[in-house]
């Protein structure tokens, strides 16, 4: 069904509703095709109804040049009609989900969105030819229903200068270790910390991703206000905060008059909150 042109400000369900239960997006710089569909069937768990979850998002990233495609599933615990998601707000949180950095999205005609999608897996799991896909691809110019850009500095504010430095600790047996060095105050990166129901994709738009070293540098520097180690096997956290978090203070000079060190018990202050803007992800194995 042709629509015309779409607003990035368009609600999701007047968009579902009216045009199609999956919104299709294509990245030029990239070459990215990304699918973003609401739930459809009773396909969650047991123990996703008994966490309090009710409705849920399925993503999918196709790129024919790679002959790559992951997906996702993103659980809600309200239900999808009841929300308010536009276009844009709702693409920003996907891509922060499926921790996608593209920023320009061309929205494309359903349509011609669902023929370029299938034409580039046929490609990908070599039921089709690839002369297939650019043939179609030659018409996007004629099915850009509109764009939309995701800002991920609105996403998660931070400013010009680094403050702080966040470390992730992988589960035992694993072998993932985050170092980000970021412009958050202590309570915003612990309150995100809190809220976060998939740690790993999240902290990585909070700030800029460092090497250990560099970590150790800046947290030893008289730039570092504070610093948060989360251990996640453990779910608890280290949190030190530097001269009333002003810095200023080198690693050699800090006291325990100029440093305060605080545990905290991360699984039992996320008990207070009620999670649900953030989602919860559920990979399918693709």
């Given at each position: 069904?042709?629509?015309?042109?779409i607003?990035?400000?368009?609600?999701?369900?007047?968009?579902?509703?009216?045009l199609?239960?999956s919104l299709?997006?294509?990245?030029?710089?990239?070459?990215f095709?990304?699918?973003?569909?609401?739930?459809?069937?009773d396909?969650?768990?047991d123990?996703d109804k008994?966490?309090?979850?009710?409705?849920?998002?399925?993503?999918?990233l196709?790129?024919?040049?790679?002959?790559?495609?992951?997906?996702?599933m993103?659980?809600?615990?309200?239900y999808?009609?009841?929300?308010d998601?536009?276009l844009?707000?709702l693409?920003t949180?996907?891509?922060?989900n499926?921790?996608?950095a593209?920023?320009?999205?061309?929205i494309?005609?359903?349509?011609?969105?669902?023929?370029?999608?299938?034409?580039?897996?046929?490609v990908?799991?070599?039921?089709?030819?690839k002369?297939?896909?650019?043939?179609?691809l030659?018409?996007?110019?004629?099915?850009?229903?509109?764009?939309?850009?995701?800002?991920?500095?609105?996403?998660?504010?931070?400013?010009?200068?680094?403050?702080?430095?966040?470390?992730?600790?992988?589960?035992?047996g694993?072998?993932r270790?985050?170092?980000?060095?970021?412009?958050f105050?202590?309570?915003d990166?612990?309150?995100f910390?809190?809220?976060?129901?998939?740690?790993?994709?999240?902290?990585?738009h909070?700030?800029?991703r460092?090497?250990?070293?560099?970590?150790?540098?800046?947290?030893?520097?008289?730039?570092c206000?504070?610093?948060?180690?989360?251990?996640?096997s453990?779910d608890?956290?280290?949190?030190?905060?530097?001269?009333g978090?002003q810095?200023?203070?080198?690693?050699?000079?800090?006291?325990?008059d100029?440093?305060?060190?605080?545990?905290?018990?991360?699984?039992?202050?996320r008990?207070?909150?009620?999670?649900?803007e953030?989602?919860c992800?559920?990979?399918?194995?693709?």
């Amino acid at each position: 069904m042709s629509c015309g042109n779409i607003s990035s400000d368009m609600l999701w369900n007047d968009y579902g509703e009216n045009l199609s239960f999956s919104l299709y997006l294509y990245s030029r710089d990239t070459g990215f095709i990304y699918k973003v569909s609401e739930g459809t069937g009773d396909n969650l768990l047991d123990e996703d109804k008994e966490a309090g979850y009710r409705d849920y998002w399925d993503t999918e990233l196709v790129n024919v040049d790679s002959g790559s495609q992951q997906g996702g599933m993103w659980l809600e615990k309200d239900y999808i009609s009841t929300l308010d998601y536009t276009l844009n707000s709702l693409v920003t949180k996907m891509c922060v989900n499926d921790d996608i950095a593209v920023s320009d999205w061309f929205i494309l005609d359903p349509e011609f969105g669902m023929d370029l999608y299938f034409t580039a897996e046929d490609v990908i799991y070599g039921n089709g030819d690839k002369s297939a896909y650019e043939e179609v691809l030659n018409r996007l110019d004629d099915n850009v229903a509109g764009r939309l850009s995701v800002d991920f500095m609105d996403v998660h504010v931070v400013s010009g200068e680094y403050h702080g430095v966040v470390s992730i600790e992988c589960p035992d047996g694993e072998e993932r270790h985050y170092f980000m060095k970021t412009g958050f105050s202590s309570e915003d990166a612990v309150n995100f910390l809190i809220s976060s129901t998939n740690v790993y994709n999240d902290f990585v738009h909070i700030g800029d991703r460092i090497n250990a070293a560099e970590c150790a540098e800046f947290e030893q520097s008289d730039k570092c206000t504070y610093s948060l180690n989360y251990n996640i096997s453990g779910d608890h956290a280290r949190l030190c905060i530097i001269n009333g978090e002003q810095g200023a203070v080198i690693d050699n000079e800090r006291t325990c008059d100029n440093t305060i060190n605080k545990e905290l018990d991360i699984k039992n202050l996320r008990k207070d909150v009620n999670i649900t803007e953030r989602g919860c992800f559920r990979n399918r194995g693709r």
